[in-house]
């Protein structure tokens, strides 16, 4: 295959969904993004989402000058990780996951090493995430991302957790932003103080679900003075989960045998990944990637199926059915219908290059697993990080982990409970409700344009 050069952005660009590129020669940058398609690197202009290349669907990923891995123990939360973020930019205000080991939870589980990455709010473990999931991480991560004189609209689609995190981050950095999240989404939106008025949210009622809501923020970031938050193409929302891996590395001092995770869209398994891959770069902690034991919840596991049915493409589930199955689910988060599981880079290779599996857990399974949790470390867990530990219990009981292995389990959102009962958290109220009808129409288009000008 033609090796091609290095090649950038031009800076007086506008914004491109695209990159456009034109060659030139210079050392090697901070930071810079390489398709995992064509194998192609250009510079990050702090919105790229693809390769302008015209090939099979593959993500973008960051490439750091910097392959020692560093901690910036100055800078706050997330961005003790920044030499690896690829936003120039930090902001105060964020928070940062935390790593320990729970003596009970090993004998629960009959293991020696097990340790919980935990996301969310939990005082006496030193856990404050603004919202309580991993995705505040991406949120700050993708704002740290956009240029600083930049003036548009950032739009997200969200089943709750990401609109969470995006409101109150970009509420907290007036930067303008576009929520589009699913009804059931709502209870969510939960805060300390009141939203800026520079974050909108716009909710979907009736037979809707998170794909519509992607689908919608898909046709609003066409409109001029809009752009995509991206979902899992955004570099800088993988690099932000990623800080997981990281946070959780520096704790133990060693990348873990095992990563237990429940994905939706898959995109913090990717990210996990790609942390991984950097610390095995550098390494001192250690020449393997963990096996990535990635789960969803019953009966709604599209990325389980086709991944045992050992296929790179996703299996084929009606819309219909599919909306379905998404109601039936305890873990709404993990709702995605179009995950990117066949794209160069994505799920179906970290699996294979990690020699890792998918998992799956029913509701009565995660109920359970949700409260042995919270019984155990006095910590409320959302669904989610109850469908990853009700995995890791069955693997660890039947799956074959040897009893000393490193295992990690990403607890991806907690504490929520215990965050209502120390501060009184206000609800948001969508600006416009959208029903399965309405999000078809044209003139929704020029509503939500409205809701900004
Ligand atoms: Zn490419």
Redesign the pocket.
């Known amino acids: 295959m033609e090796r091609l050069g290095r090649e950038r952005i031009s800076s007086e660009a506008s914004p491109s969904k695209v990159a456009r590129s034109s060659k030139s020669t210079r050392s090697l940058p901070r930071c810079e993004l390489r ?6 690197t250009f510079e990050d202009d702090g919105f790229v989402l ?4 015209q ?1 099979e669907p ?1 993500l ?1 990923a960051t490439e750091y000058g910097d392959k020692r891995f560093e901690p910036d123990t100055r800078a706050e939360g997330v961005f003790r990780y920044r030499q690896w973020l690829p936003g120039p930019r930090t902001l105060s205000g964020a928070g940062s996951s935390v790593t320990y080991r729970s003596e009970k939870l090993n004998r629960i589980l009959g293991l020696l090493n097990a340790w919980v990455v935990f996301n969310g709010y939990w005082p006496e473990k030193g856990a404050a995430l603004e919202t309580p999931t991993f995705k505040d991480l991406e949120a700050w991560s993708v704002l740290s991302r956009i240029p600083e004189q930049h003036d548009g609209v950032l739009v997200i689609a969200s089943a709750g957790s990401t609109a969470a995190a995006f409101a109150r981050a970009c509420s907290l950095n007036k930067v303008p932003c576009l929520i589009i999240i699913t009804e059931i989404g709502l209870p969510n939106l939960r805060f300390p103080d009141p939203l800026d008025p520079c974050v909108k949210i716009v909710s979907l009622t009736g037979f809707t679900d998170y794909s519509d809501a992607i689908e919608l923020a898909n046709r609003v970031s066409q409109i001029d003075g809009f752009f995509a938050g991206g979902g899992v193409k955004n570099v800088a929302r993988r690099d932000g989960l990623g800080t997981t891996m990281l946070n959780a590395v520096e704790t133990m001092g060693q990348i873990p045998h095992y990563y237990f995770q429940a994905i939706g869209s898959g995109a913090g398994g990717i990210a996990a990944y790609e942390a991984a891959r950097r610390l095995v770069d550098d390494g001192r902690f250690g020449e393997e990637l963990p096996r990535l034991m990635l789960s969803q919840n019953l009966p709604f596991v599209p990325i389980y199926m086709s991944w045992k049915s050992r296929r790179r493409e996703l299996v084929e589930i009606s819309d219909d059915d599919g909306r379905r199955q998404i109601q039936q689910i305890a873990a709404q988060v993990l709702s995605n219908r179009r995950p990117p599981y066949a794209c ?1 880079g994505g799920v179906f290779d970290i699996l294979t290059e990690t020699r890792g599996d998918m998992l799956a857990a029913d509701n009565l399974e995660a109920l359970h697993a949700k409260r042995l949790f919270e019984e155990t470390e006095e910590i409320d867990i959302d669904p989610a990080g109850a469908v990853a530990f009700a995995t890791l219990i069955k693997a660890a009981r039947y799956g074959g982990i040897e009893r000393d292995a490193l295992v990690l389990l990403n607890i991806t959102g907690g504490g929520r409970h215990r965050q209502q009962l120390d501060k009184k958290l206000i609800a948001a109220r969508p600006t416009l409700k959208l029903n399965e009808k309405e999000i078809l129409l044209d003139e929704t288009l020029e509503r939500i344009v409205g809701l900004f000008s």
Do not use: Q, V
Request: glycine share 8%; hydrophobic share 15%; charged share 35%.
């Open positions: 398709c995992r398609g064509c194998d192609r693809e390769c302008p290349t090939h593959a973008l160069k």
